[in-house]
């Protein structure tokens, strides 16, 4: 059998394939290497996700255009992980209770004037005024009125009176004033009587039982004519101890001061003393001077000890007159006895029955300074207020008011 004949042209057609073959092997080699160790993602079977390479470049971050991406690493239990803060509520303002909204508040204090308006011949309360009959002065500055009403209430009142060594005539007179505003008393009103030598003495607490008062005067007046223990007297120090005593007491206080008015030896003096009486809250001073009649009787006899007593008189009358005003309170001089009961009708009458006005100051600054007041009575048309009885005659009427006040101190 004869073998087949290959011809030479189709021999070199083997080699060059085998060649080319041999050479495309070769360039695919580090491609091979590369797919044994990355899957392409068309290779992987059906139903299977892709997994991401796990695999963390060197320096944390990407490490091409098309390389593999770092993540961190994921805690075992995830519930362990703290959540994320919440967000802070928004602020809430909200007014108080019953109060509309605003958007700014000044607390500016109110002040509060008692004003009484009496006759002067018969000191008997002027009613029926209204509101445009008064105008208010701060400073000289007229105020606003924003509050008015007459009021008529219980009283809460202290008997200061002189009992000491200075003549029976003073210690009688004493007795009768006092006599004479214990017969005024109401089932309402607080009254307490002190008495007051060099030192005080507290003789009646305060009580409602004008009895007690009562009985208490009558008792002094047992030992009237009898040697007191002290001449000497301190107003000053037992008036200032009586402010102090009624300034625990809420509401308005009155003080009846029945005394000569002559100051021995206080430990305050009367500047102090004047300043005291200014800086009071809601507490005014009535004042009726004892011995009268007497001073009257010896005045301007006797020489020179006579002129300096009756200099010292004069001073403590003015003293006790200074101490009245600046309070709204009135200063009394009776002569006789027999004045007495129209006296204490008037004070009676006027610690009872008075206007009260109220308004905000002009002046809101706290700052702890001494305000002047001054209350005028006016007619529609803005005049001073003329009053005229049933005949047609003026009648003269005084207006009885708080000198000033303190303003209250600002603290910083």
């Known amino acids: 059998m004869s073998t087949p004949h290959t011809t030479p042209h189709i021999l070199r057609g083997i080699r060059l394939a085998v060649l080319f073959l041999a050479v495309a092997a070769f360039a695919a080699a580090p491609d091979c290497g590369a797919q044994s160790q990355t899957q392409p993602a068309s290779q992987q079977p059906a139903g299977q996700q892709p997994q991401p390479d796990q695999t963390a470049p060197d320096a944390g971050g990407p490490s091409g255009d098309n390389g593999v991406i770092a993540l961190p690493k994921k805690k075992d239990n995830p519930d362990d992980e703290p959540p994320a803060p919440a967000a802070p509520p928004e602020p ?80 009688m007179d004493m007795l009768n004033a006092a006599w004479a505003f214990s017969q005024q008393l109401r089932p309402q009103d607080y009254v307490a009587l002190m008495t007051f030598d060099m030192k005080s003495h507290i003789y009646v607490d305060f009580t409602q039982d004008k009895n007690q008062i009562q009985q208490a005067i009558n008792e002094l007046g047992m030992s009237v004519m009898m040697p007191a223990a002290f001449s000497e007297t301190n107003v000053f120090d037992a008036l200032y101890e009586s402010m102090d005593r009624l300034s625990r007491i809420p509401g308005r206080k009155y003080i009846i001061l029945i005394a000569s008015g002559i100051d021995s030896m206080s430990k305050l003096t009367f500047d102090k003393m004047l300043k005291a009486v200014k800086n009071s809250q809601d507490i005014t001073i009535y004042a009726i001077s004892t011995g009268g009649l007497m001073r009257e009787m010896t005045e301007g006899r006797g020489g020179m000890m006579a002129s300096m007593r009756d200099m010292d008189y004069l001073q403590a009358d003015n003293e006790m007159r200074t101490f009245s005003q600046i309070t709204g309170g009135m200063w009394f001089e009776p002569k006789f006895s027999g004045e007495l009961p129209d006296m204490v009708r008037t004070i009676n009458q006027n610690i009872r029955a008075k206007y009260q006005l109220v308004y905000r100051p002009t002046n809101a600054k706290q700052d702890g300074t001494y305000r002047k007041l001054r209350v005028e009575l006016v007619d529609a048309e803005g005049q001073p207020l003329r009053m005229q009885d049933e005949k047609k005659k003026p009648l003269k009427y005084q207006i009885i008011a708080r000198d000033g006040y303190r303003a209250n101190q600002e603290v910083e």
């Open 92 to 171: 809430k303002v909200t007014n108080p209770t019953g109060m509309p909204p605003v958007s700014l508040h000044v607390d500016v204090p109110e002040v509060t004037v008692d004003v009484g308006v009496l006759l002067e011949k018969t000191g008997q309360f002027v009613p029926g005024l209204t509101p445009g009959n008064f105008r208010v002065y701060e400073d000289g500055v007229e105020q606003k009125i924003q509050g008015f009403k007459r009021v008529e209430a219980p009283i809460t009142a202290l008997l200061l009176c002189e009992y000491a060594a200075r003549g029976w005539v003073f210690r």
